[in-house]
Each structure stands twice: as structure tokens, then as C-alpha cells.
């Protein structure tokens, strides 16, 4: 008898009967039911029946200043009750998206000329492709409506972001991606790169296919590319060196806007305030989401350079208003909590704490690279992803139907330890104000949930240790 059967009325049991999960398998979901998260404090996190996990992802790679900020907690409920709601259609406006507007500006990491809100990455990312069509219509080249991404990357889930996201069970059965929405290949040396080549001459060869594909279907008809600085739930993928050198320089030879998704890299998980700094891009937009108010409040920032901006501006005045106007854009409370968020950013200068926890953070990492799972170790800052494998040396992948991933972040939860699975990925992205000891604990529990599944892919025959 499950948890779901013995007590009808438990939390669990009302969520299965009630409650849609995203990214879950739905049916299976009927007969397991949910985690229920009660509360956290710091890193660490406590389901309804008092079991503590180190939250090892921030969630959705998100609450990066960690559980239990009472600023943010304080400046939320001040702003509620001064002015809980206003909007910033029809010119108007007040003080909280002025001043989180104008520190965004401050502290782009390339020059940026205004900023526009809406409540989450994916509309970030949706919104820029309408600034991106907008722009071409300006210039007089509305056949310019194609966009480029790369497979595997997770730019969101509304109809256009999910477009962008290069992950097939985002688009099956979905009817996506749209018309328009091409996707190259990842730049993932370790999977994509051919015996004796070196990351130099991958990156030179992606950047080619990525040229040949651009030709083929005219440069005139590409609007934009999107990446992120490292790609994260596409399993934290770090581009070779060289790649995002070649890649600009490709498409400022075709004039194709560049537009970097700071979603996740965003206010210092790479190390760098932006990651667009760390990985040396130079976009004509940037989209911020998640770390922007450490989650407290959904709220994302799209900030567009000047020539973007006039654009909008010129276009607007054609038609007689910018018809792109959200309920929630700049929402005062989501503003005010974003604004203190990025001063704790600041204050407490979150940047350089991440690269001073970084060597620990992969030394740890590189250690557990030796167990007999473990193919790949890769990340920045702290963010991070082990590839499990059947074979180190070959890399060959596990069958994908074993689900060895998922196997392992079960056992991991077991020990306490929340972690995902991207495929047969470990991702790793704690808090940002984890402390040395906290980052000791976390590796020693992923320690004991690849253990696990060693053991268990032992007895079954399916690993040879
Ligand atoms: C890089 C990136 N872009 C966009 C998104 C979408 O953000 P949201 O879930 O807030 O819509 C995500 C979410 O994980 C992301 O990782």
C-alpha cells in the first residue's frame, strides 16, 4: 500500500489529485506522488514529514542568495503594503522598476540603453525575439526572421523560448519549434568532439557548420542567435575557448543580432556579476530571470542596446504604441525585492565568493571524476555536471532506458541531497552563499548516491566494477 493509498488525505495524496507537474512524468507521478518541501533555511531544505536535504540546485537553479534573506523578506512586505500593484503601460510608471532599471544599466557587463520587465526567463527570452523582429522591420529587412540556438539548450517553455530550447521533449507532440526556429550543434567537445581533434579545431568546425548553415538558408533571413554564456539544464555545457571568439566574429560578418540568456549565469554563478563578462560575449541583448530576485518573486530583465532600443522607439511611433505590454511587467513588489537582491550581490560581493569557492568546489568534484561512474566532470563558478557512463574510457553512454541519472539523484535524495538529472547528467547548483563545510557535505553525499548506483548497476550486470 503507498503513501498515496494509506492516507487520502495527506498532502501527497491531494497534490496527485489536483496539482499539474511540470517536468515530471505524470502518470508515474499518480502512483509516487510528490516531495513536499515545507521550508528551508540557508543551503538546506525540509520536506513535510522533518527530512532535511541540502537543496543542491537552488531549486530550478535559482534561489541563489539561499533560503531565509529577511531583507528580501522585509523590502517584499514594505513594498506590499506601500503599493503592492501598479503597471507601466500607457506611460506609467513608479520608483521601484526606476531604480532596479537603472542599477541593471549600472552594472551591465556590455553597454545597454534600457531595460524592459516581464515575469520569467522564458518570457525574457520571448520577449527578445519580438524585439529582435521589431528591430528588422526598423532596418527595413523583415525577411530577417529567423533564430538560431543550439541543441540541447533550454531557453524556456512559452511558445517562441521553447522554440529556442533544442531539447526534443520540449517540442514533441507540442507541435514545436515553430517555423524558423533552427538549432545547431552543441558545443560539447567531450560528446561532439572527433578523435584527435583538438577544442581549437572543434570550435573552428562548429563555427563552419554554423557558416554553412547560415548560407543555406540566407543570411538576409537570420534575426538572431541565442545562447547562454554555459549552457545549464543542457547539462552544464562550458563551449571550448575559442568558440564564442569564432561565433561572434561570424556573426558580425552576417549582421546577426546576438542575444546571451543570463537566466542562469546571471548575478554570479559564474563567478563574474554576468556570465556574458566570464565567457567574453559582447550581445545586443541580455536576458536575466531567476537569480535577478533570487527567486523570492517571479520577475525577469531583458536589457537591449542602444540601437535596439531606437528601434522599438521608431517603431512604436509608426504604429502608435509598443504593442507588447504585460499586466506584470515591472511589478512593484517583484522590483523593489529584485533591487535588494542585487545589492546583497553587491554588498556582499556574491562574485568574488564564488570564485574563491570554486578550486574547493571542483577540486571535490575532480576527486569523485575518479569513480568508475563518472566520464565527464565540467562547470564554472558553482555550477556543475557529472556525465555517468558505462565506460570511461570509450565514454560510451549508458541505454538511455536503464535511467542511471535519475536512479542516482533518487539515491542522492536518500542521503539527503537534492540533485537533477539531465539525462545521464548530474547537475549541480547550490545556493551561492554555501559555505566550504556545506560544499564537503554536498560532495560527500553525491559521493554516496553514485556508491549507490554503482551498487545497484553492479548487481544487475550492467557495470563491470
Ligand atoms: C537558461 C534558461 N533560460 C530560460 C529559462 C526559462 O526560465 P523560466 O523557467 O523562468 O521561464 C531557464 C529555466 O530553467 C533557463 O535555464
Redesign the pocket.
Known sequence: MTVLQDRPNSIEARDVQSVIHGGTNLRRHLERGPLVIDKGEGIWVTDIHGKRYIEGMSG??CISLGYGQERLVAVGTEQMRRLPYYHLTNHRGHSPVVDLAEKLLQIAPVPMARVWFSN??????DCAARFAWYYWNAQGKPQRRKFLAHRQ??????IA?ASLTGVPHNHRYFNLPLDGFLHVRCPHFYREGLPGESEEAFAARLVGEIEETIIHEGPDTIAAFFT?PVM??GGVIVPPAAYFEKLQWLLRKYDILLVC?E??SGFGRLGDMFGTTTMKLAPDMI?C??GLSSAYL?I?ALMVNQRIFDAAAQLSDDVGVFGLSLTYSGHPVAAAVAREAVRIYEEQDIPARVRALEPLFFAGLRQLGEHPLVGEVRGRGLVAGLELVQDKATRQPFDRALGVGRACIVHAEKHGLLARAVGDTITLCPPLIISEAEIGELLARVKAALDDTAADLAKTGHLNI
Open positions: 530550478l537553479w520569467s526567463g522564458s518570457e525574457g527570452n539548450a533550454y531557453h524556456g517553455n512559452t523560448a547562454e545549464a539544464a540568456d537566466v542562469v536576458v530571470a531567476k517571479p525577469s
